[in-house]
Structures are given as C-alpha cells and as structure tokens.
C-alpha cells in the first residue's frame, strides 16, 4: 500500500459558514481523532486529496505534513456532495507505524460464472483487521470453477498475510445460484416431454 503525502492548514473557522468558505477556496474541511487527543480541525487540498482517492481507495494512508510535523492518518468517513459528487467533509483517524486497525475493504468478483448460474453477492466489503502502513486495497473473489449451489462465507476468503477477518468466518459473502431462465426452460422442457410421454401412452 503507498503512501501519500498532503499538505494541511489548522482551521479555526467553524460552522457551515465556515466551511463553505474553506470549500470555496479549494479546500476541504476535516478533523483528526485519535490516541486520546482532542479532535484536530485541519483543511486539506481537494484536489490533491480527490487524486489520493483515485489511487489508494478509501483507506488510503496519508501522510499529512501540519505546522512542519508529519502525521499519519487514514480517511474513516467521508462526506460526498450527493448531487456535485465534491468532497465536504473528512472524518480522519490518527494511526502509528505497526498499530492494527480494522477498516472495510472492497471485494472485487473474478473469473467466469458457471453456465446457467446466476450470482448473488451478499457483501461488496468485508472488515478487516490489518497493520495500518500495509492495508490491502481489495480482496479478490475468484468464482471460475464453482458449481450452482456454491455458498462462499468470509472463511473461504484468501487474505493477504498479516491481516485477519473483523467478522464472523460464516457471514455470506456470494451465493451462485440457479437463473430463473434456466430453471423455466428446464421447467418448459420437462413439461413437454412428459406431455409427450403421456400421448405416447
């Protein structure tokens, strides 16, 4: 996992008004929590941030550079305009080199689906706890091979070394089942044929 370094400003403007105002000049709103200190008001560059998104994913570690001393943080929640799609605010957590913490990580679903199955997919992330400079981006979900039927829980997921399941092992993450298109032509087919059979009779 890379590391990406930012700039930010301490901010004492608050309120909504504030914010916009911090927004305006191309910055974001954000606090840092953690290791038992007060919450932090910083603003971040959007820019530069939207970019560290793009490449690292929502747990990307940031490396933030604040009045001349580094900081290492990861993003824990992040506000989204719903229409403009633009960042408005960022919740970030502090972290240490070697300290665990646990976030939610992407699945992304690789390989063919079976013919005539048709893929359930009960969970798009899964918890994770992991050592915070090496946080894996996603976990791949390889479905070439499995038969109609096939239950995948977390358990079944390969992790990358040195991280380790936040959830419970029997939680579903996919499910392949029949498609409802196979299943009425067989249902179609079989009726026929036992019609045949009966005319035969």
């Known amino acids: 996992m890379s590391e990406i370094r930012l700039s930010a400003q301490p901010r004492t403007d608050f309120g909504k008004g504030g914010a916009r105002r911090t927004r305006r000049e191309g910055l974001i709103p954000a606090v840092i929590y953690g290791h038992g200190q007060e919450p932090r008001h910083v603003s971040l560059p959007s820019r530069e941030f939207s970019h560290a998104i793009k490449k690292g994913g929502a747990?990307?570690?940031?490396?933030?550079?604040v009045e001349g001393k580094d900081e290492l943080v990861l993003p824990k929640a992040i506000?989204?305009?719903p229409i403009q799609g633009i960042f408005e605010h960022v919740d970030l957590i502090a972290v240490r080199s070697g300290?665990?913490?646990?976030?939610?990580?992407?699945?992304?679903?690789?390989?063919?689906?079976?013919?005539?199955?048709?893929?359930?997919?009960?969970?798009?992330?899964?918890?994770?706890?992991?050592e915070a400079?090496?946080?894996?981006?996603?976990?791949?979900?390889?479905?070439?091979?499995l038969e109609i039927g096939?239950?995948?829980?977390?358990?079944?997921?390969?992790?990358?070394?040195g991280t380790s399941l936040a959830v419970d092992a029997e939680h579903i993450v996919l499910i392949l089942t029949e498609a409802k298109a196979a299943k009425t032509e067989s249902s179609a087919d079989g009726t026929g044929e036992a019609a045949a059979d009966a005319a035969a009779e």
């Open 59 to 65: 747990n990307v570690l940031l490396t933030l550079s």
């Open 79 to 81: 506000q989204r305009h």
């Open 99 to 130: 300290e665990k913490v646990t976030v939610d990580v992407p699945l992304t679903i690789t390989g063919e689906i079976a013919r005539g199955a048709l893929l359930e997919q009960e969970m798009t992330t899964v918890s994770l706890e992991a």
């Open 133 to 145: 400079t090496h946080l894996p981006t996603e976990i791949e979900v390889n479905i070439e091979g």
């Open 150 to 161: 096939k239950v995948l829980t977390a358990g079944d997921l390969i992790l990358p070394k």
